[in-house]
Nanobody, 123 residues
Framework: QVQLVASGGGSVQAGGSLRLSCSAS???????IAWFRQAPGKEREGVAI???????YYADSVKGRFFYSKDNTNGTMYLRMISLKPEDTAMYYC??????????????????WGQGTQVTVSS
């Protein structure tokens, strides 16, 4: 069973930075690892999706500001967020999915989920 735990959220002012962490178990190295976010009244959207066989996908809204990384010594995955904007305010989730059709799915319906971590950016 895939289990994921996200942490590291908080409240920052616009222009600030945060680093989210994700610990995962029960998946294989071939799984896609993704960061999604969901703001109140909005759909859940993928902001960074790590494909083990391709480059990482970033949503246009976060390109150049959000960066996925992994610590191979302990398996923890990170989402480094810089130049944060108020519109980045959301609950952030890490998620894992098998690959489908030789790619990582963009739809959240394919993913296993952990609990989220709240990010609040004030202007």
């Amino acid at each position: 069973q895939v289990q994921l735990v996200a942490s590291g959220g908080g409240s920052v002012q616009a222009g600030g930075s945060l680093r989210l962490s994700c610990s995962a178990s029960g998946h294989t190295p071939q799984y896609c690892i993704a960061w999604f976010r969901q703001a109140p009244g909005k759909e859940r959207e993928g902001v960074a999706i790590r494909d083990p066989y391709r480059s990482t996908y970033y949503a246009d809204s976060v390109k150049g500001r959000f960066f996925y990384s992994k610590d191979n010594t302990n398996g923890t995955m990170y989402l480094r967020m810089i130049s944060l904007k108020p519109e980045d305010t959301a609950m952030y989730y890490c998620a894992a999915s098998p690959r489908y059709n030789d790619t990582c799915p963009l739809s959240p319906s394919h993913y296993y989920w952990g609990q989220g971590t709240q990010v609040t950016v004030s202007s």
